[in-house]
């Protein structure tokens, strides 16, 4: 013990014979490091607190234009735990000014008493606001007056720090999945649109076999529906029921809510009401699986099965309101099977996703870094070809019947096999002219795509 100690303070030594460095040479300087009793001072779970909160000290330094020498930053991890000391730069507050703003960084933060944000004058003084701080664990009493009366155990400070560091950590790593799934789901909306040439759909420069809507009604569309997806990321993080259908009541009280503000936005057209579905579920159970560490492809069949249950029978086997029957209730009465649209798609765990489109998109992007127009293109029409030639549009058979729906899908497969053939072209234009004389619009086929390239890019970031 008195070996470690002894290391302890020449460690402590070397940080002042630092911070007095930088006071001969005329300046000031801040400093940051945890209070950890005991030992260890730092192990991996201590030292990624320390990295964010000195990411958030930047953050904070620079937002108040608080500047520092970046050059002669000095960061380590020894004996004594982590430390950081950089030299401030001429800033237009006071060294008492830049001592306060320190101190409501340590007074707000979830790990604020853990802190240790001192700040040296340029005679290498401390600067002091005078202030006693509380107590870490009893936020009642003086610290030093607590640490002198030995109030609280040694096992019990360090075991509220574990929970307080877990838990810190745990809300960073709940906010950055959630954000990256929020932004994939927004980017794989934008990309199906802008996704050019398609058949029938909606793109940069066509209106496809659409005479109510455009490229700019899926913008507005997909960016008012943009707020809602980190809502329903963050409600599948947090989802700690066993039973997911649970879960249900909420995820439609979201997709209603997302719905009333895509018809308002798009003055009643309905631009996204498949994606809407597909992705607030693809949302839920992504998160749901990587807030527990376990993602994978089957893990989400299985649990989107889970959630889901007997979706067709419940949704469309019987009326949910009275009136006339939905164009889905009418394809499931007439042909069975083959009409239960996106809710047997659902149902069955997604099987024109896994078993078609994310083949595809991985055989193009699986080991891509970094993806542009060009390469996109190239994956999502292959992939868009793979979902219209399996997938029963349930809108094309109501609007057009069986022939039409599996002329599409002959004439989609046909390009599909030969997408990387000198025919291709012609076969693709083709599938347009099809899709343009018998004014049909695959749009189940373009939120799969969506769906598709959002699970593609989980599985990737996140598996």
């Known amino acids: 013990m008195s070996d470690v100690l002894g290391k302890i303070l020449k460690a402590r030594d070397q940080r002042s014979v630092l911070?007095?460095?930088?006071?001969?040479?005329g300046q000031e300087s801040l400093s940051l490091n945890l209070n950890i009793p005991g030992f260890p001072k730092s192990d991996d779970k201590i030292h990624s607190c320390f990295k964010q909160v000195l990411a958030e000290l930047k953050r904070h330094l620079l937002s108040h234009r608080i500047l520092i020498d970046s050059k002669q930053e000095h960061c380590a991890v020894d004996v004594a735990g982590d430390f950081y000391l950089v030299p401030l730069l001429e800033n237009s507050y006071s060294?008492?000014?830049i001592k306060q703003i320190t101190e409501k960084f340590e007074e707000t933060h979830s790990l604020g008493r853990l802190l240790d944000v001192d700040i040296t004058n340029s005679k290498g003084g401390p600067v002091s606001s005078g202030k006693a701080k509380l107590c870490y664990f009893c936020n009642e009493k003086p610290a030093l007056v607590c640490m002198r009366e030995q109030n609280h155990s040694y096992a019990d400070i360090r075991q509220k720090i574990t929970e307080d560091m877990d838990q810190y950590l745990s809300l960073i790593r709940k906010d950055e999945v959630c954000k990256s799934l929020a932004s994939n789901a927004l980017k794989s909306l934008l990309h199906e649109v802008a996704l050019s040439p398609k058949p029938g759909l909606v793109d940069r420069n066509s209106n496809g076999s659409h005479d109510d809507m455009d490229f700019s009604t899926f913008i507005d569309?997909?960016?008012?529906l943009s707020v809602y997806f980190k809502e329903i990321a963050e409600y599948g993080f947090s989802y700690t029921n066993k039973d997911l259908k649970e879960a249900l009541p909420e995820l439609?009280?979201?997709?209603l809510l997302m719905e009333e503000d895509m018809f308002r936005e798009t003055n009643g057209i309905n631009t996204h009401k498949g994606a809407i579905f597909l992705l607030g579920f693809s949302l839920f159970v992504s998160a749901?699986?990587?807030a527990k560490r376990s993602f994978s492809y089957q893990a989400f069949v299985d649990l989107i099965k889970d959630l889901n249950g007997n979706l067709v029978e419940r949704e469309l086997g019987r009326k949910l309101y009275n009136g006339n029957q939905t164009h889905g209730e009418v394809c499931f009465e007439k042909y069975g099977t083959k009409g239960?649209?996106?809710?047997?798609?659902i149902q069955a765990?997604?099987?024109s996703v896994f078993q078609h489109a994310i083949p595809v998109l991985e055989s193009h992007l699986q080991n891509k870094q970094r993806t542009d127009d060009k390469i996109l293109h190239k994956s999502l029409t292959h992939a868009l070809l793979a979902l219209i030639a399996n997938n029963d549009d349930s809108n094309i058979l109501y609007r057009k019947g069986v022939e039409v729906l599996d002329g599409l899908k002959q004439k989609a497969n046909e390009a599909f096999l030969n997408f990387e053939n000198d025919q291709f072209e012609v076969l693709y234009n083709d599938l347009i002219d099809y899709c343009e004389k018998n004014h049909i619009s695959p749009g189940g086929s373009a939120d799969l795509l969506a769906v598709s390239y959002f699970i593609f890019t989980a599985n990737k970031q996140h598996a």
């Open 19 to 25: 911070r007095k460095g930088i006071s001969e040479s």
């Open 95 to 97: 060294i008492d000014e």
């Open 221 to 224: 569309s997909a960016s008012v």
């Open 252 to 255: 439609r009280r979201i997709g």
């Open 288 to 290: 749901h699986l990587i």
């Open 340 to 345: 239960q649209g996106i809710r047997g798609e």
């Open 349 to 351: 765990g997604l099987p």
